[in-house]
């Protein structure tokens, strides 16, 4: 089985979320912040570092995942489809957030 290229898993994986019915959105910061943003209709948002087959966050990466998850955000890293469909599987199904009357 051939390495998937990280533009390959993004790619697969902003469709697959799309198909579940949310919006995964790059994020471009420079600065180490995870790369997905992960988001489904009256939930809150994931987020996500995808990596190439076998590659790990760097260390800075790693630093806000947990930054993230310590704010009580859903956070991970995924080097592979499954993993990462799976994370927005989880996204997806989380306990929704009040919708106010002006919110459709």
């Given at each position: 089985m051939t390495a998937?290229?990280?533009s390959s898993i993004e790619s697969d994986f902003s469709d697959y979320v799309r198909y579940l019915g949310g919006r995964s959105f790059?994020?471009?910061t420079g600065d180490g912040m995870t790369d997905r943003l992960v988001t489904f209709p009256r939930?809150?948002?994931g987020?996500?570092?995808?990596?190439?087959?076998?590659?790990?966050?760097?260390?800075?990466?790693?630093?806000h995942i947990r930054k993230l998850i310590k704010a009580g955000y859903l956070a991970t890293w995924a080097d592979n489809l499954e993993d990462a469909k799976a994370f927005a599987d989880i996204v997806?199904?989380?306990?929704?957030?009040?919708?106010?009357?002006?919110?459709?």
């Open positions: 998937k290229k990280e790059k994020i471009e939930r809150p948002p987020f996500i570092e995808l990596k190439a087959d076998k590659k790990k966050p760097r260390k800075l990466q790693d630093f997806k199904n989380q306990e929704q957030t009040p919708c106010t009357k002006n919110q459709t």
